[in-house]
């Protein structure tokens, strides 16, 4: 897989995280932050974008979701951080979208590094206390 970064201006059907953040009552109070996910399955690989991560597993927005019980291996940077967090995890439920909420598949990391989740942990604690939440 190829190294990824977090990218603001490329978002998924080209809606920015205002426009998400707007009409999605439920996202709206999690934090806002934007991070390019490259991920895996046995024969094929995608990039797509989270806005919902912490330390338990993330939400990928896709319009093409894996059925639950999908495995996936990922790649992404946090906020601050040169490194690259490599996990596996698995696929734990599918939406389809709608009424604001976007289509994707809740995936629960499996093999997520105990440096890795304390990473995960601080970055969301701090934008949440940051936005007052």
Do not use: C, W
């Not at 338990?56 to 059925?67: A, D």
């Amino acid at each position: 897989m190829s190294k990824i970064s977090l990218d603001g201006d490329g978002m998924a059907e080209g809606r920015s995280p205002v426009d998400a953040a707007s009409s999605d009552r439920r996202r709206a109070n999690r934090s806002d932050l934007t991070v390019r996910i490259d991920y895996a399955t046995v024969d094929e690989i995608f990039s797509e974008f989270t806005r919902d991560i912490n330390e338990g597993g993330l939400f990928i927005e896709t319009e093409k979701p894996h059925l639950p019980g999908t495995e996936v291996s990922m790649q992404f940077h946090l906020p601050g951080s040169d490194e690259v967090v490599e996990t596996v995890g698995r696929v734990v439920r599918v939406s389809r979208g709608g009424a604001g909420v976007p289509p994707g598949m809740g995936i629960e990391f499996d093999e997520l590094k105990p440096d890795d989740r304390k990473k995960i942990d601080r970055i969301v604690r701090a934008l949440r206390s940051s936005s007052g939440r």
